[in-house]
């Protein structure tokens, strides 16, 4: 599976853009970007998911660098709902979501 | 929307004890997957299942854990002679198709606490 790199953390205050990064410069042509979320005490849900271009929904918006090698989840304006641990994977027809570590997302009051 | 459910949400079981966990994964989904997290650790994949047979195990999954679709709406992962190690949160998800685009739905969880 290939590997992608998220901080362990990240803080933002709350109504105020988030932009939450993953590096994975060993990305294959075919691989997506899928960007699953915990809430605490839950399920991990989806968030979005791009292949080459920008990608928005109603949750986030999905910023791809050219060269594929690192992307941008943005939550526009941050709520304390949306204190999450947050999850960048690379996805081709593999049947099974690889976890990693993710990124911690406090919202500061 | 509709949603996976699991129950329990909660399981306490003595070690050696046998449980199964159920899920209802989403309606028209085709295919189905357990997950398990370890307290403080990574979701980590157990099994997914399609067409009532398993398409992909972890090593995690050895002979004490089988899965099974008993019925058309079910979905149960069943622990012969559980282990304090097996002590985690149980995660079901489902999804409609196998395409790197399709979303896995997830369910809230079922604790298992064994002791």
């Known amino acids: 599976d290939a590997k992608t790199t998220q901080p362990n953390s990240m803080e933002s205050n709350e109504e105020e853009p988030v932009h939450l990064p993953c590096n994975h410069s060993?990305?294959?042509?075919?691989?997506?970007i899928h960007w699953y979320r915990q809430l605490p005490s839950q399920g991990p849900e989806y968030v979005i998911h791009g292949l080459t271009s920008n990608v928005n929904n109603r949750m986030a918006s999905l910023a791809i660098a050219e060269d594929r090698k690192s992307s941008t989840l943005i939550l526009h304006r941050a709520t304390l709902r949306d204190a999450a641990v947050y999850y960048c994977i690379l996805l081709f027809g593999n049947e099974k979501l690889t976890f990693g570590t993710g990124t911690r997302l406090t919202i500061i009051p | 929307e509709p949603e996976v459910t699991q129950t329990p949400s909660h399981q306490v079981t003595q070690m050696g004890q046998e449980v199964i966990l159920r899920c209802v994964p989403i309606?028209?989904?085709?295919?189905f997957y357990w997950y398990r997290q370890i307290l403080g650790q990574k979701v980590e994949f157990l099994v997914s299942f399609y067409n009532n047979e398993i398409s992909e195990k972890s090593e995690i999954f050895d002979d004490q854990f089988s899965v099974e679709r008993p019925d058309g709406s079910n979905f149960t992962l069943k622990i012969r002679s559980t282990k304090l190690e097996d002590s985690a949160m149980y995660f079901c998800?489902?999804?409609?198709?196998?395409?790197?685009?399709?979303?896995?739905?997830f369910g809230p969880g079922t604790r298992l606490t064994v002791l």
């Open positions: 309606s028209n989904h085709l295919y």
């Open positions: 998800a489902s999804r409609r198709n196998r395409a790197a685009t399709d979303t896995q739905y």
């Open positions: 060993t990305i294959s042509g075919t691989d997506y």
